[in-house]
């Protein structure tokens, strides 16, 4: 990409998964990201970490914010930057893209336009409403009612508006929803006509509600909602209750408190949002590197005078391999020594580096490991190799000494206390507090001590009292025992995939399939 340039680019109708290759390729590549509140924080990770990021505001400014926004695009790109512009839905719908595409026309300021899904095209399919479907009628018409944030009144001609035989979609402030449902039924729209009304479309807080358009202006007029909603007027809306996909999911309008490692969290995330879930994410503890690579380099080194080397963790396997290949040496070192991983998430990790593994124990935890290692053979003078955590458990080390065998234990990686007051953290303690969290989920023992030490020790026991709370193992379930923390979900197979799965068994059982309907 040369340098200088503004990309506006559509981040979508609010999903982050819906953001095109191209628009990611954009923010991947920016020096600068302004965006707006409306997109979903998680897309600001795609940018690169040294990248200045500056929150605009709204999606809709005012004219004088509006100003201030082209002028810094424009600065930021003369000063020799690549510059992306993050838009709610599509920059050239119902948005101010326009105006900034063609203030940077005007400026001499190169730009690309990069289209993302119309919001109103987004939340229809995601509420499971076709705009067009045989006999829905032959137009299609979108309605703008909430880009100038100072109008509360919106100039259309209602009367033509009213008559169309086919599907209508209105962008509804919360201060003029109530006017356009009105003004349609006063223009001769039927009140019997089906409606559908549509907040926080395609993300997992998404509402909709289904009725006549009656119902739906008896609705707007009582609600105190001030979200900007998509109100869709038709008889395609009627297909909905065939078609609706996204809120017929097991885990919909759950919350679920996401406590791994960030940088290790996607797959948990990935896994909960495909079965309808809201992750909350709050990592409680961070992955590190040790204070001193040396002795890990020193095992590397001399990996040939080992006969097995134990992972009790997928982050152990990624350090080992990295500090191995850092050196003179690569995989072929490991010819002769055998490999033992603590579950099949670490030995799924080790098949990723190309390494077969010597020994999964069938049950995931390390007195299983250690019987695998073991059981009735003699292992004395056996020389292991255990790459751990630096406040990892010593069970696997003191019995394999116990049994005979020459342990060599070196610290591969730290585990680093997260601050749970940073700004833009989620306030962990209210949300509990006030009911707002279905699911804590705990994927280390060491989250679970984080927690209590974040929440103290009496207010974490009494806050989770009353929440499921899912380990992904019992030496997890066992930590938040000892905090008087009862666990509700504890997998048969210790990994991610199977933590999730056992999260959707729980609520499949107690609450049954979810209703698909508001939630407050």
């Not at 424009?74 to 690549?82: H, P, V």
């Not at 490692?261 to 503890?285: C, H, Y």
């Amino acid at each position: 990409m040369s340098r200088s340039i503004v990309y506006l680019v559509g981040a979508g109708p609010g999903n982050p998964g819906l953001i095109t290759v191209r628009g990611l390729e954009c923010l991947a590549a920016a020096d600068v990201v302004l965006y707006d509140h409306l997109v979903h924080p998680r897309l600001l990770r795609h940018a690169r970490a040294d990248a200045e990021k500056i929150d605009v505001g709204t999606a809709a400014p005012q004219p004088t914010e509006q100003e201030a926004i082209c002028y810094l695009l424009a600065e930021k790109a003369r000063e020799g930057k690549i510059v992306t512009r993050l838009k709610w839905g599509d920059p050239f719908i119902f948005d101010s893209g326009g105006t900034e595409a063609l203030f940077l026309h005007e400026q001499g300021v190169p730009f690309e336009v990069v289209p993302g899904i119309p919001a109103g095209i987004g939340a229809a399919s995601y509420a499971g409403v076709p705009l067009t479907y045989p006999g829905g009628g032959d137009t299609l018409t979108f309605v703008r009612g909430h880009e100038d944030q100072g109008k509360t009144r919106t100039t259309i001609d209602w009367t033509s508006l009213a008559r169309l035989d086919g599907t209508i979609v209105c962008y509804a402030g919360p201060e003029q929803l109530t006017h356009m449902v009105q003004a349609l039924v006063a223009h001769g729209r039927p009140e019997e006509d089906s409606a559908a009304l549509i907040y926080d479309g395609t993300l997992a807080t998404q509402q909709t509600t289904l009725g006549t358009l009656g119902d739906i202006a008896q609705s707007a007029k009582q609600s105190a909602d001030r979200r900007p909603a998509i109100l869709i007027v038709g008889r395609v809306t009627a297909l909905r209750e065939h078609l609706r996909w996204f809120d017929a999911r097991p885990l919909f309008g759950k919350r679920v408190l996401v406590t791994r490692p960030r940088d290790q969290s996607a797959e948990m995330v990935a896994l909960l949002e495909a079965r309808g879930a809201e992750p909350i994410e709050a990592p409680m503890i961070r992955i590190a590197p040790p204070e001193d690579y040396g002795p890990l380099d020193a095992a590397c080194a001399a990996i040939h005078e080992f006969d097995w080397i134990v992972f009790a963790s997928a982050n152990a396997v990624d350090v080992f391999i990295k500090r191995l290949l850092a050196t003179p040496l690569d995989l072929r070192a490991l010819k002769g020594v055998n490999l033992s991983a603590v579950g099949p998430a670490t030995a799924e990790r080790l098949r990723d580096h190309g390494l077969k593994v010597d020994l999964v124990p069938a049950e995931y935890r390390a007195e299983a490991l250690v019987e695998g290692l073991a059981g009735s053979r003699d292992i004395t003078g056996v020389r292991i190799l255990l790459p751990r955590a630096d406040i990892g458990r010593e069970v696997v080390a003191e019995e394999l000494r116990r049994r005979g065998a020459e342990v060599t234990e070196v610290v591969a990686y730290r585990t680093v206390i997260v601050d749970p007051e940073r700004e833009g953290e989620p306030d962990i303690y209210r949300m509990l507090l006030d009911r707002r969290i279905d699911v804590v989920t705990f994927t280390s023992a060491s989250a679970v001590r984080n927690l209590v030490r974040v929440l103290g020790a009496e207010p974490a026991a009494d806050l989770l009292q009353s929440t499921v709370v899912a380990c992904i193992g019992p030496v997890t379930a066992e930590a938040a025992a000892q905090y008087n923390i009862r666990s509700t979900i504890v997998p048969a197979e210790y990994t991610v995939p199977a933590l999730v799965d056992a999260i959707v068994e729980h609520f499949s059982s107690t609450e049954g399939p979810p209703s698909g309907g508001p939630r407050t």
